[in-house]
């Protein structure tokens, strides 16, 4: 479910008109050009019942940028914020989301002189489901 759960995130990052110049990442890469976007590895624990599997959890979405000041990065972090709780709820293999909401953002700046960087992180609250077994 984790897999799946990070794939419909990549996908619908990737289908955002405001990220379209934005490239999308499951794992950290070892190179990239500004901006690009992380999908962080889930937080996810158990959320389930008896007789039916759930999970809830955080998850992190971090972009980064160049730069003097954020000011392009501060666009994708809302886009991201407004975009991604608008996800479609099945996953596949069976999962749906019940929820995916917005918690925080944050932004901070890292290097000095001409490798100046940002980087800014939204962070959601995500329940899960199984519907079929």
Same mark, same amino acid.
């Given at each position: 479910m984790r897999a799946l759960l990070i794939a419909g995130v990549v996908a619908r990052l990737r289908a955002a008109p405001a990220l379209r110049d934005v490239a999308v990442f499951d794992a950290p890469p070892v190179r990239a050009a500004l901006p690009h976007a992380l999908v962080e590895e889930p937080v996810l624990a158990d959320w389930g019942t008896k007789d039916w &599997?759930?999970?809830?959890? @955080?998850? =992190?979405?971090?972009?980064?940028?160049? #730069? %003097? /000041?954020?000011?392009?990065?501060?666009?994708?972090?809302?886009?991201?914020?407004?975009?991604?709780?608008?996800?479609?709820?099945?996953?596949?293999?069976?999962?749906?989301?019940?929820?995916? &909401?917005?918690?925080?953002? @944050?932004? =901070?700046?890292?290097?000095?002189?001409? #490798? %100046? /960087?940002?980087?800014?992180t939204a962070e959601f609250m995500v329940r899960m489901g199984e519907t079929e077994r």
């Open positions: &599997r759930g999970r809830e959890g @955080r998850l =992190a979405v971090t972009l980064a940028d160049g #730069g %003097e /000041r954020p000011v392009r990065l501060r666009g994708l972090l809302a886009a991201v914020e407004d975009w991604l709780p608008e996800m479609p709820s099945d996953l596949g293999a069976g999962w749906r989301l019940v929820q995916l &909401r917005f918690l925080r953002s @944050r932004m =901070a700046r890292s290097g000095q002189g001409s #490798g %100046e /960087r940002w980087t800014g």
